[in-house]
């Protein structure tokens, strides 16, 4: 499974983000996807996991304020990030692994990841 992230940027802080990533097959055993994010200095973290149906996990920095979304039919997963802040800042990573978790060592696959910017 490859994964192709794309979206990051520069944004003023309150200001939003869309994220999407690509995936280049479906592969049944690998149909949960999740953002993942690290900043300089940090451990990587979860930002939102989904499932194939629909489930998903946040992050406590995500919620209420980022929504993770997928199109099975395009193998795309979307994260929506809404009133972002400078604390938001990181290098924002796609994986894809076998279940909902919030640990990264429980994905198997990974993006290249996408750089989120967010000024103050």
């Known amino acids: 499974v490859q994964l192709q992230a794309s979206g990051g940027g520069l944004v003023q802080a309150g200001g939003s983000l869309r994220l999407s990533c690509a995936a280049s097959?479906?592969?049944?055993?690998?149909?949960?996807r999740a953002w993942f994010r690290q900043a300089p200095g940090k451990e990587r973290e979860l930002v939102a996991a989904?499932?194939?149906?629909?489930?998903?996990r946040y992050g406590d920095s995500a919620k209420g304020r980022f929504t993770i979304s997928r199109d099975n039919a395009k193998n795309t997963m979307y994260l929506q990030m809404n009133s972002l802040m400078p604390e938001d800042t990181a290098v924002y990573y796609c994986?894809?692994?076998?279940?909902?978790?919030?640990?990264?060592?429980?994905?198997?696959?990974w993006g290249q990841g996408t750089l989120v910017t967010v000024s103050s």
């Open positions: 097959v479906r592969t049944s055993n690998y149909d949960v």
């Open positions: 994986a894809a692994g076998p279940l909902l978790s919030s640990l990264w060592r429980n994905y198997d696959y």
């Open positions: 989904i499932s194939r149906g629909g489930a998903t």
